[in-house]
Structures are given as structure tokens and as C-alpha cells.
């Protein structure tokens, strides 16, 4: 198995000093999207200039990448477009589950989800409330209700399968199971688990789901998102970002909007090219990798640094969940003086994050972290704690982004 | 003066057997973006990780490209920014529009806008209509009757200031003029004319504008887009789309979502770095370029194309204004078999564009473009009618995108 992941490995332009534990934030770059942005630069954009939209593969490109996410996420081809971010196809997704329940009112989620699905929720309800004669309400509980508060007053519940700060994976199946009998609609959010988990849309039954590209996709800095539409629910949703390049056919310029009969539906303005260029590029490293052996790989690699950490120091105290099936490809810890302590991990060389309030959180990547690595990064992380390297760390101004 | 376009001439990476005058639907590749973006690969991405978002200014990048937009269009500093698509960046401005205007229920526009604006209404009428005590209306006239259109029952007026078929500009001053009499909110689409005409935002009162990064500003392919929004309202409206990029102070994971007090409000989720990073080096090519000039120049170029084309052929029916004040930056003509004549140009090497039914289109772009140019497609132009061309041209099979 780990030979392929030696493999991987190869695929990745990672700096020789550093052990990155942040793919879950941001993945490395794969050799093969700076040959891809190189050649859209020289021989697509700069040569066949307009031409590319035809000829370089660009128009189709949504689709061409959204394939390749769907065969990583158990969905049908066909069913996946690669386009805007996260946020934007949430949007899309509330607003189209809601249009097919109409009669229902509540939006429910749980207080792990990631905040801007909440946003994205808050914006939603406010924005109908100024019309609606019965009004919306987002029902906010803790994830540990989530199934027995689906009822048939609920319209759709959103919830993302692993929670970004303590890495524990939710019981979706059974989540689902439930909206499906209380004729609820279900929008799950892969940020954390696409490219993590094996996760089958199809088998599941989900109706929406969303995610990111560039985290474990590693598609590069704010790299298009992705938005899954059930294949039979494709033609009874009404986008509500209706633009042109969602048209059935945008190049007629017809005065009046007809939706695509396709998942290009889902497509709003002009996607992004060079983002989904370089995202193209990153998936083909999944080629010949199944996610059952990653999956294996990563709780390996957890279990791994989980041990060596409780033998190394006992400041850290786990943050996730100590079942590896609980838990998604992260590995968290509460640390009190966690920003200064990630700050000083960063200055060895271990490249993990912070999130409020005290949360220390590295991402097991198998696909370029192995074991000498994670062995490494325990020595450094017990290095910094036991000379207290953090305390010089803790009085430095704390950034916009960690 | 054309000194100054001999030398920004030299930062584009064009192809020697090609007159591309095709920038209005996608402009050609600076020599800038490409050694940027090299950059971003080389040093920022794969070098810093995670940390580029603060070490390599991706987290201000939006508000950096917004700034150098905000000075092409008469904006002030802190008022525009680059983010999603035009399409996204509309649907933003007239939910926002409509929420300053509650009372009111007519979104005002013409034919000639471009459907993709007309779509994006669509959706937003159809949507508030599911729950609207009283209906929204999307009421569509004549481009010469939008300032009678305008009345007290008008939210909002959105009107592309450039006519993307004929070039043809509308008197947005008295149509702003007009709104602001009667209340009404301005959205402009400038797609067609930010980096194409002097633009003034500030003193004409406008209340909100969007437009393209991909066309005039040469972003490529995708390039994200840009809204500006009027400072004095910038604390009157509340983003529909709530994401967490536009919120005060995102990396605090709050439930609650609560908007940034600056133009990042408008930002939703995380935006595409490549493609700003490339947006953001080819704007620098306006360095010491007046849009006064570049206007000037245009029309001066404009004028010679459309003389040589009256000189050379009978066959090509002018579809823009003939007087140069009332035309953008693109010039063109009505034929018949207008498909089949702009293959058949390619074929020659000079780049125009189709546009249903039967409109060939040229864009007159300064910064590249110059009288040799000019002469040359002229000459190749005629050649095509002269031979009948486009004879053979015809009869193949549309592909999508021309």
C-alpha cells in the first residue's frame, strides 16, 4: 500500500525544511498545476487566445473537473460542476432545497458547522423574511440533536461531515436516514471530507453537497469549489443564480433565462480557468489511489501521532475524537496558549494551524506526509513545549489569518 | 501620445501572425501576468503554504486589484472590489438595491442589456415572487425609453452603459440624473466600458457598478470581477450573500454572521488568488496611461477601421453608431453570413467575433492595437469578401462558444 503513497509523494512541490501539517487548510502544489498554469499561459490563453474557449478544453472545464471530484466522492458523472466557492454553492443548494419543500419553514444545522454555512443560512432567511408571510427560521442545535430534531417542520438540514476544529465525523448516513423519512432535504458540506474520507453520495442518497477545492484537492488558493446535485432531482430545481453560464444555451443570447438540462445549471457567471486549470491538474494525482487505502493510511498516520504525542509530552490534551472512525484526517489538541504555540511550531519547521478558542489542529495527508514525518513533527512539537518556545511566541500580534 | 502606446504594446505576449482585435470578449496575456503568476507557483504557493494568505498578501488581494480598478473607473480608493464573477457581483448589487428601495417593486432595464444581467433579474424576481405580498416586476423597454421608464415605481435601473452587440453607448449621465429625481437606485454594467472609456463613477452618482476582469483589464480567462459600491451606502446594505470572507472579522468562527464595515462586505467566500494574481499584474500595464488618451486613441483607431472599410468594401453594413461619441470601444457591422465571415477571418489571422444573428464585432483596444493593425485587417478583411471567403466557411457545424 505505502508504495503508493511514495508515489504520491513525488507529485508534490513541497519545501525540503518543512513538515506540513495544514493540507486540511490549504493543500501543497502538485508539480503537474505549475506544468498546467505554465502551458495555459504559453501555448491556451497568450496563442489561441478567444480560441481556448473552444479549442483549449475551457468551456467544458466545470464539468471535465467536476467528473473527476464526483469519481472521489461516490457520484454519478454528470452530477458535479466545479465552479465558485464553497460558500456560493451553499447558497445555490439552500436556496434549491427550499424550493422543494416550500411548505416548510425551518433550516436546521448544528452549532459544529462551519461558520460561514451559518452565514450563508443567516443571509438566506433575512433575505426571504422580508417577504415571507410564515416566517424562516434557522434552527442552530448542538450536533448531538441533529437527528432528533428532523421533523417535518424542517426543510432541509446542512450539516458538514467533519467538524473543521475537532476533526469529529457526524453519523451522516443516519442523518439522512432520518430527512428521508420526514421528507427532509439533506445538504452536506465535504469541505474536511472530500480527498479525507471514502464518502459515496449515491449510496448515502444524499440530494446536495458542496466542498472545496483547496484543501485536500489541493487545487491551489481559493481554487473553485464544487456543488453535487442528486441526478434526479436535476431537472426539478430552478437555479437561483440564473446566469449565462448556466443557459441552455448561453451563446443565443436569448433575452430569457432557460436553465441547462445538465449540472451546468449550476454554473452562474464565467468560471474561474486558471483556478480550475490548476485544480485539473492536482486531481490527476488521485489516479490508481483508492480511498479505502487512504482512509486506512490516514488512521494509521493518526493513530501514529496520537500515540507519539501522549509519549512525548502530556501538555497536549486530544481534542478529537480518540476513535479513529470518529474522527476525519485531523488530528486536533487543546492547548491554552494555542496561537503562540503554533506560531513557535511553525518557526521548526511544523506547519499545523490554530483555531479560536484553543485549538491546535494538524492535518494527516497521506498522500505526502508519512510516518518519518510525523515522527519528526512529534519531536519538534515536544521540543517546543518542553523549552517553552511558545512563551516567547505568545505576545506577538496575532495576524488576520492563522 | 502614441509613444506611450508603443511602449505598453511591448507588455503583451501576442502572437506575431495574429490582429487580435478580439480583447473586448478576452483580452491577451501581459507579459507581467505570466512572470506573476510564475511567482505565485515558484515562491508563494509552494513556498509559503498556508502562509501565503498573510506573507504573500492573499487576504488583501481582492481589496489591492479593487483599488487599482477603483482608479480606471473614477472610483474612490476603498470602494470596489475584485471577487467573483459579474453575473454573482450583479445579483449582489440589485438584492442590495431592492433592500434600499423596499417599498418599491420594479427592476427597470432594456433589450439591449446583456442577457446574462436580464437572467440574473430573472432569477431574483422569480424568487422574491415566491413570497412577495406584493409582486416584482422585471421591466424590459427600448434602450431610447429607459429615462421615460423611470419613475417612482422604480427600485432600481441596471443598464450596461456599452451595448456588447453594436457598441452603442447610452447617456448613462441623464439616466442617473433621472433616477436620482425620482429615487430610484443605478446599477452599471461595465463590462464593456472599464478599461474601454473614461469612466467617473464618482461623479456621476452611481450607486452601484460591476463589470468584468477578463475583457478591457486582461485578468484572463475566468479573471474574477469586480463591484463597486457607493461609500455612502456602503454602511446602508446588508450582503445577501453572507459568506465568511465578508464578514468583520472571519478567523474569529463566530455562529453569527456580522459584515465587515469596508468594501469586503461584498466578498463571499474564498476568492480565486491565481486568478487575481493575474488580474493584479496586468493592471499595471496602466501606469501612466490616461483613459482621456486612451479614449482619444480609440476613437482615432475606431475611425480609421471603419474609413478603410468604406474605402474597401460595400458589402459590410455598419451595426454601430457612426458618430465616435456614441460608440465604445469596439466597432461593428452587420453581415449576413457573419458566422461563416468571422471563420474565415480567423483562418486569415484577424480575430473579431460572432454575435447573434448576424453581428461581426471588433474590438479597438489601444494598448495593443495600432494603425498597422488596423491597415492590415482591413486589407485581409476585404481579401475575405473579395474571394467569398466565407463561403466555405459556412456550412460548418457552430460550435459553442465563437
Known amino acids: 500500500?505505502?508504495?503508493?503513497?511514495?508515489?504520491?509523494?513525488?507529485?508534490?512541490?513541497?519545501?525540503?525544511?518543512?513538515?506540513?501539517?495544514?493540507?486540511?487548510?490549504?493543500?501543497?502544489?502538485?508539480h503537474a498545476s505549475r506544468t498546467r498554469l505554465m502551458d495555459e499561459m504559453d501555448n491556451q490563453w497568450s496563442k489561441k487566445l478567444i480560441g481556448g474557449w473552444n479549442e483549449s478544453g475551457?468551456?467544458?472545464?466545470?464539468?471535465?473537473?467536476?467528473?473527476?471530484?464526483?469519481?472521489?466522492?461516490?457520484?454519478?458523472?454528470g452530477s458535479v460542476s466545479a465552479v465558485d466557492s464553497t460558500s456560493i454553492n451553499l447558497y445555490k443548494a439552500l436556496h434549491a432545497a427550499l424550493g422543494l419543500n416550500s411548505e416548510r419553514r425551518v433550516i436546521l444545522s448544528d452549532k459544529s458547522n462551519f461558520p460561514t454555512d451559518l452565514y450563508v443560512a443567516q443571509g438566506i432567511i433575512k433575505q426571504l423574511n422580508q417577504h415571507a408571510d410564515k416566517p424562516f427560521i434557522l434552527k442552530i442545535v448542538e450536533a448531538k440533536e441533529l437527528i432528533s430534531a428532523i421533523d417535518k417542520n424542517v426543510a432541509v438540514v446542512m450539516v458538514t461531515q467533519v467538524d473543521y476544529a475537532t476533526g469529529r465525523l457526524l453519523p451522516i448516513a443516519d442523518i439522512i436516514a432520518k430527512a428521508c423519512?420526514?421528507?427532509?432535504?439533506?445538504?452536506?458540506?465535504?469541505?474536511?471530507?472530500?480527498?479525507?474520507?471514502?464518502?459515496n453520495l449515491t449510496a448515502l442518497g444524499v440530494d446536495f453537497a458542496?466542498?472545496?477545492?483547496?484543501k485536500y484537492f489541493n487545487g491551489g488558493p481559493g481554487a473553485p469549489a464544487f456543488i453535487y446535485v442528486k441526478p434526479s432531482l436535476l431537472d426539478k430545481i430552478e437555479p437561483v443564480l440564473s446566469g449565462w453560464m448556466g443557459h441552455a444555451s448561453p451563446f443565443d443570447f436569448d433575452l430569457q433565462y432557460r436553465p441547462a438540462d445538465s449540472i451546468n445549471k449550476m454554473r452562474v457567471g464565467t468560471p474561474s480557468i486558471l483556478g480550475l486549470a490548476s485544480l485539473d491538474?492536482?486531481?490527476?494525482?488521485?489516479?490508481?489511489?483508492?480511498?479505502?487505502?487512504?482512509?486506512?493510511?490516514?488512521?494509521?498516520?493518526?493513530e501514529l501521532f496520537i500515540k507519539e504525542i501522549n509519549q512525548h509530552t502530556s501538555e497536549l490534551e486530544l481534542a478529537s475524537p480518540v476513535n479513529a472512525q470518529m474522527r476525519g484526517s485531523q488530528v486536533s489538541f487543546c492547548f491554552e496558549q494555542g496561537y503562540a504555540l503554533v506560531q513557535a511550531l511553525i518557526a521548526q519547521g511544523v506547519v499545523g494551524d490554530f483555531r479560536m478558542p484553543n485549538i491546535v489542529r494538524f492535518g494527516i495527508t497521506p498522500l505526502?506526509?508519512?510516518?518519518?514525518?510525523?515522527?519528526?513533527a512529534v519531536q519538534k512539537i515536544a521540543l517546543?513545549?518542553?523549552q517553552r518556545l511558545w512563551d516567547q511566541a505568545q505576545f506577538k500580534v496575532r495576524s488576520a489569518v492563522t
Open 181 to 199: 423519512l420526514q421528507g427532509t432535504k439533506t445538504i452536506v458540506d465535504l469541505c474536511h471530507s472530500a480527498g479525507a474520507l471514502e464518502v
Open 384 to 386: 517546543v513545549l518542553e
Open 1 to 30: 500500500m505505502n508504495r503508493i503513497f511514495e508515489q504520491t509523494k513525488l507529485a508534490f512541490d513541497l519545501p525540503k525544511d518543512i513538515i506540513y501539517l495544514d493540507g486540511n487548510s490549504l493543500g501543497p502544489m502538485c
Open 368 to 376: 505526502y506526509i508519512d510516518e518519518a514525518d510525523i515522527l519528526q
Open 281 to 302: 491538474a492536482a486531481l490527476d494525482v488521485w489516479q490508481g489511489v483508492s480511498l479505502k487505502q487512504l482512509r486506512a493510511r490516514s488512521i494509521e498516520l493518526s
Open 210 to 214: 458542496i466542498g472545496c477545492g483547496y
Open 58 to 77: 475551457w468551456y467544458q472545464l466545470s464539468q471535465t473537473v467536476g467528473d473527476k471530484i464526483a469519481a472521489l466522492i461516490g457520484a454519478d458523472k
